[in-house]
């Protein structure tokens, strides 16, 4: 059958669309949508061919996007998708995800929402706010976002959420109730000794392994890491790595030993890629050892970041891997990372990537 | 926000452009009846559904880059609409 493949691309001002065949060799641009509104991410789902945008505008406030035509059309909604009276109005939506007849959306302040609509109207998952740990969430650079959700792939009660910064969270009852999953995780923005606390990590990415929901990885302000038991422990995979900081993480489609990162050179030391020079760093044993991959990216005078939902794989075989750039960039590999070119500049900072493949 | 001891008046409320757009339909000058801005911008959310959000957060209150002004004044929810004033809701500056 043949088929098309869709990147979906969330910017600072608009959503923006790519599309290719499946031999992903030529891309053909579609945006800016959502009438420009600064957007974090853009996803598809898959089961209906929705694709969903989340964003918050400056004037207009938080809302979800939606098109049924790929991308043709929008609509957008925001019932629902607030807070009580009286306290911090949402400013934005930061991250979605559908399940099973559910499409959940975590916003900032940090919270999470519940459509079982497709998007129509939202309901609060109070539970969340409800954990006590909620009075010492910290804000990040980027605000206080709930910017990860993970959903178990069989079971609907279960599903994982990341906070910057508050840590991991994980509910077995479909959100009523949570609880913290960072052991392990370091935290080196706090005193010596203190650096290993339940909950206040700055978790910047959480995904999960193809085929193994108990395996998750995480990029972590602090380091990478991975768990092999739904996030209650977390061992470090950061050796090998040129730094212990960045923001995205990818998973391979099929394989759950491979992961796509892109560290960065440091918190403190401009967020860029290290030295300059652009690289993927890829594993395929969980992290024991690593591979830059550079074929094809830049490597000089590349002073670029890319944050924490602006990586992503497709499903087809071999894997496409894409990420976007602070600078408005975006590449694409077609061979599973080994060889990556640039196919669109000069967009506005990109802040997620996501990919759908559909019938063409 | 409405204050239901006041009568309703006929108002003229004028749009920014850019809120127009996000609901099909609507136009820039609309005529409504209203005794306070909060009771125009529940007329406003019976035509075009959503509209309050856009304009309003759930505090609630105007929106902190939102502008409405009555008579050519700043106002709020809670302020009084005179028979045919004119409301206008316009874009602050902001963005970046």
Known sequence: ??????????????????????????????GPFCETWPMNHVIADAASGAIYGGGGNAWFGPA????????????????????????????AVWSLAPGAGTLYAGVEPAGLFRSDD??????????????PSRPHWQPGGGGLILHSLVLHPSDPRQLWVAISTAGVFHSADRGETWEARNQGTRADYLPEG???????????????AAGKPDRLYQQNHCGMYRSEDG??????????????????????????????????????????????????????????????????????????GVLRQ?????????????????????????DEGDSWSCIAQHLPAILSVETLVAEA | MANERSPSAAVVVTLPAALV???????????????????????????????RDRVCDSTPRVRRHINVFVAGKRASLETRLPPGVEVMIMTAISGG
């Open chain 1, 118 to 131: 497709a998007g129509q109207s939202w309901r609060h998952i109070a539970g969340l706010r409800d954990h």
């Open chain 1, 310 to 334: 602006a990586m992503a794989t497709d499903r087809l075989a071999p894997a496409g891997a894409y990420f976007g750039t602070s600078t408005g960039a975006l590449f694409a590999s077609a």
């Open chain 2, 21 to 51: 757009r996000l609901f099909p339909g609507c136009a820039r000058r609309v005529e409504l009846s209203a005794a306070t801005v909060g009771e125009a911008i529940d007329a406003l959310e019976w035509r075009w559904p959503g509209m």
């Open chain 1, 64 to 91: 979800v996007w939606k098109s049924t035509d790929l991308g043709a059309t929008w609509t957008h909604s925001s019932a629902g998708l607030a807070y009580a009276a009286g306290e911090e109005p949402i400013k």
């Open chain 1, 194 to 208: 203190q650096r290993y606390p339940d909950y206040g990590q700055c978790v910047h990415c959480l995904v999960m």
């Open chain 1, 231 to 304: 996030g209650r422990h977390w061992h470090s995979i950061e050796a090998g790595l040129p730094s212990t900081f960045g923001f995205p993480a990818a998973t391979h489609p099929r394989d759950p030993d491979s992961l796509y990162l892109l560290p960065l050179n440091g918190d403190t030391a401009g967020r860029y890629v290290p030295d300059a020079q652009a690289a993927v760093w890829r594993t395929r044993d969980g992290g024991a050892h690593w591979e830059a991959l550079r074929r094809g990216l830049p490597q000089q005078n590349a002073f670029f």
């Open chain 1, 1 to 30: 059958m043949a088929v098309k493949v869709l990147i979906l691309v969330g910017t600072k001002k608009g959503a923006f669309i790519l599309e290719s065949g499946a031999e992903r060799q030529s891309w053909r641009l579609r």
